[in-house]
């Protein structure tokens, strides 16, 4: 199983990575007292040290959230880098309707879909469950049961995987999937629900009782 590390040694040391496009590598002064909605303000600014600030925070959950989607360490990498090349790029944008969070997240799920899109018809996506917090233990043992799972999710329309991947696995509300994906609290509902229907007829009357 891959690392399941974030990018941010390599964005550190990567020339052609995140620091160079903007990231400061270290930050010279202390950002703590701070609060997420003044290092906004101060990154739009052109602060990149407050930038940092704002990525070293997030970079953890978006790259999970890249990683679910891609399935792959160095596909997730970089998304996650993409991701916060995009919101640097677009940071003058955010308008603060939303939590900064979430329209980060947006941007990932963005990002990760398109770039799944360009690789789909040529390469075969392999995701990895080892690392997956799924919420209850399988009873069977070994890789059976995995594998059973990852060609099940795998195997869900993109719109119903991604809302499947966003809430039970990694932990989004509703409201929060509904912001990132411009769409109503009670689609996001709707799409949870018929991911887990598609689960359950897919694992079959065994392993019902493990989805939803």
Not at 20 to 48: F, K, M, N, Y
Not at 65 to 80: K, P
Request: hydrophobic share 35%; net charge neutral.
């Amino acid at each position: 199983m891959p690392s399941s590390s974030p990018p941010r040694a390599r964005a550190q040391r990567s020339p052609g990575g995140l620091c160079r496009r903007g990231v400061a590598p270290d930050a010279p002064w202390d950002a703590s007292r701070l609060t997420e909605a003044q290092l906004v303000e101060r990154a739009r600014t052109g602060d990149e040290a407050a930038f940092r600030s704002l990525y070293d925070a997030h970079v953890d959950r978006v790259y999970r959230l890249t990683y679910r989607m891609a399935g792959e360490d160095e596909l997730a990498r970089d998304f996650t880098q993409e991701t916060f090349v995009r919101v640097h790029q677009r940071l003058g944008q955010f308008r603060g309707d939303s939590a900064f969070g979430t329209w980060l997240h947006a941007i990932a799920v963005s990002v990760s879909l398109n770039g799944l899109r360009r690789r789909r018809r040529t390469q075969e996506r392999e995701v990895d469950l080892d690392g997956m917090e799924l919420g209850y233990t399988p009873p069977q043992s070994g890789g059976e049961v995995r594998e059973r799972l990852r060609q099940a999710i795998d195997g869900l329309p993109e719109i119903y995987r991604t809302v499947f991947l966003m809430h039970d696995l990694e932990g989004f509300n509703h409201q929060e999937i509904a912001a990132a994906l411009d769409m109503a609290e009670g689609t996001s509902k709707a799409r949870l629900s018929r991911a887990r229907a598609k689960l359950r007829a897919a694992l079959g009357g065994a392993l019902e009782e493990y989805v939803g």
